[in-house]
């Protein structure tokens, strides 16, 4: 699908929880019953949108089921398309709230200051085979549509963040009794304390699809 048809298809938008909390919906999923020639979205490829570096690989975990996140630093996207979207300032200090359970939180390493973009893809058809530090070039194919962890039907839960450059995820997990205080404290991290701060996921695509199609001719 080209970037201008993924907001027919969106199916739960982006809506921004209210500050430390782990409400509202922090992506926009992509989803449909049939499309065209395509009865199911079920193992329908999955892209990277950005270059850049494999930040997590997380196999079948709740809630994400089988993700990947992807880390592109700041420094390394094009002004113009920086210029189109509109990027929260640095967190000052995490608000995480106390009705999620969570670990105590170190904040993560500042990596000479810089910033990046984190794009996560979840609910994947099958665990990636892609690692940690992995190089991604823009379009990769980064794995396909699945129905895995907290999904109802199949369908693409797409998420974007700014942070603090250099981050590493190895696990993530929540709301679930088996789930470990290193994927608790990842995914509080994560989602909560402030220092990884959401992104429209669609003003990314936007931005791209504008960046792509290069300056318009003037009237």
Not at 55 to 84: C, H, Q, W
Request: aromatic fraction near 8%.
């Amino acid at each position: 699908m080209t970037l201008a048809e993924l907001p027919q298809i969106v199916v739960n938008p982006f809506t921004p929880p209210r500050p430390g909390e782990d409400d509202g919906h922090h992506g926009v999923d992509f989803a449909y019953y049939h499309r065209g020639a395509h009865q199911t979205m079920v193992g329908l490829g999955i892209y990277s949108v950005l270059a850049g570096r494999v930040a997590s690989v997380i196999d079948d975990r709740p809630p994400y089921g089988n993700m990947i996140m992807v880390e592109t630093p700041l420094k390394d996207l094009p002004s113009a398309f920086l210029s189109r979207l509109i990027l929260p300032p640095s967190a000052l200090a995490p608000t995480p709230s106390p009705r999620l359970s969570c670990p105590v939180l170190t904040p993560p390493a500042a990596d000479g200051g810089q910033r990046s973009l984190y794009l996560l893809y979840a609910h994947m058809e099958k665990p990636s085979d892609l690692k940690v530090d992995d190089p991604i070039g823009c379009g990769q194919p980064l794995g396909s549509v699945g129905n895995t962890g907290f999904s109802g039907n199949p369908h693409l839960h797409f998420e974007v963040r700014v942070g603090p450059s250099g981050s590493t995820f190895e696990a993530m997990s929540h709301y679930n009794n088996r789930a470990s205080q290193v994927e608790m404290s990842n995914y509080c991290l994560w989602r909560i304390s402030g220092y990884y701060q959401l992104v429209d996921p669609l003003a990314v695509l936007a931005a791209g699809e504008a960046f792509e199609a290069g300056p318009q001719p003037a009237n």
